[in-house]
């Protein structure tokens, strides 16, 4: 079972520890206890310990703060045996609160690929700012600014 870590505000690791990684391919809105209800992005990491076991993290990264809240697993560290099924359950968790889910398969890409991967991963990261808000031209018409929104589709 997964269960929210506030003492992380991210899992630091190198690629050469990272072992999977899952992404989100929808952002549906999410309301986390504690958090405005916002769309939120997901990942599931799997990592190699230096002692040779695994651990597992889930991170709703919510795109409207900028903050990222972690989940780790209730066995911080599991022996290979165990890797899959605990997987499943980070996959099961994400996928009750409506995230599809694609497998980047990490392990199959270049390390390039796999640097590129990391860096679109904001649990691996320490908070990301989160985006201003554009404040509405007092200048622009309600209709211009309905042109502009329409323009961008």
């Known amino acids: 079972m997964f269960r929210p870590d506030p003492s992380l505000s991210h899992v630091p690791a190198g690629r050469e520890q990272v072992v999977s990684v899952i992404e989100s391919i929808n952002q549906p809105q999410i309301s986390i206890p504690g958090k405005v209800p916002q769309t939120v992005q997901a990942h599931i990491v799997g990592l190699r310990n ?28 599991f022996p290979v045996e165990a890797y899959r099924d605990i997987e499943a359950e980070g996959l099961q968790f994400l996928e009750s609160m409506g995230f599809m889910l694609d497998n980047a398969n990490y392990s199959k890409l270049s390390p390039e690929a796999q640097e590129q991967t990391l860096r679109r991963v904001p649990l691996l990261h320490r908070q990301r700012p989160a985006a201003p808000a554009a404040a509405p031209d007092s200048r622009t018409s309600p209709r211009q600014a309905l042109a502009r929104l329409l323009a961008g589709f």
């Open 50 to 77: 230096p002692n040779g076991t695994f651990a597992m993290f889930v991170g709703l990264f919510l795109r409207q703060t900028g903050e990222s809240v972690i989940y780790a697993h209730e066995r911080p560290e």
